[in-house]
């Protein structure tokens, strides 16, 4: 998906790859402004407490952190949506800086979808997904799953366009 092409890093997306990543990096977004919430798990996976036995010490580290850690996080999901076409499929380019911080992003993202959907590291995902389809194809699930899959892809994709 993801290849060099100079100083940059392309990829032809379809509309609807564009629509999907559009959506989970608003999603992001909102999750990190008007959804934030230290009680929801996902929050707690992008945000972890550094002093899990000293409540004191933690609620001071947010204090000076946090609001940093967060701004960042929505600039990076920023990255995403700055980068996407507008309406249709087409090229996506990305300089070092925006493919970096496009990989933290999808990181993000799939944190998120991981925690939503309980995905476990020793959880097969092709496994899981065929047990979903079995399932019920026109679950949820398994649309949740598939987007979870594809950032991964996109990711492993962007990744290793950046080390070649």
Same mark, same amino acid.
């Given at each position: 998906?993801?290849?060099?092409?100079?100083?940059?890093?392309?990829?032809?997306?379809?509309?609807?790859?564009?629509?999907?990543?559009?959506?989970?990096?608003?999603?992001?977004?909102?999750?990190?402004?008007?959804?934030?919430?230290?009680?929801?798990?996902?929050?707690?996976?992008?945000?972890? +407490? $550094?002093?899990? /036995?000293?409540? #004191?010490?933690? @609620?001071?580290? %947010?204090?000076?952190?946090?609001?940093? =850690?967060?701004? !960042?996080?929505?600039?990076?999901?920023?990255?995403?949506?700055?980068?996407?076409?507008?309406?249709?499929?087409? +090229? $996506?380019?990305? /300089?070092?800086? #925006?493919?970096? @911080?496009?990989? %933290?992003?999808?990181?993000?993202?799939? =944190?998120?979808? !991981?925690?939503?959907?309980?995905?476990?590291?020793?959880?097969?995902?092709?496994?899981?997904?065929?047990?979903?389809?079995?399932?019920?194809?026109?679950?949820?699930?398994?649309?949740?799953?598939?987007?979870?899959?594809?950032?991964?892809?996109?990711?492993?994709?962007?990744?290793?366009?950046?080390?070649?």
């Amino acid at each position: 998906m993801f290849r060099r092409r100079g100083d940059r890093y392309v990829a032809s997306l379809a509309v609807d790859e564009v629509r999907v990543l559009r959506k989970v990096a608003s999603e992001v977004v909102g999750l990190l402004t008007d959804g934030f919430d230290h009680s929801d798990p996902v929050v707690g996976r992008l945000f972890p +407490e $550094v002093y899990p /036995d000293d409540s #004191a010490d933690t @609620a001071e580290f %947010r204090q000076y952190t946090e609001g940093d =850690l967060k701004t !960042g996080k929505i600039d990076q999901a920023g990255a995403i949506l700055a980068a996407l076409p507008e309406s249709a499929g087409g +090229e $996506v380019q990305l /300089d070092a800086e #925006a493919a970096e @911080a496009w990989l %933290r992003a999808l990181n993000d993202a799939r =944190l998120a979808m !991981g925690v939503r959907l309980e995905i476990r590291d020793e959880m097969d995902l092709g496994a899981e997904l065929d047990e979903a389809v079995a399932a019920d194809p026109s679950s949820s699930r398994v649309f949740q799953l598939s987007v979870y899959a594809y950032l991964g892809y996109l990711q492993e994709s962007l990744l290793n366009a950046m080390i070649d």
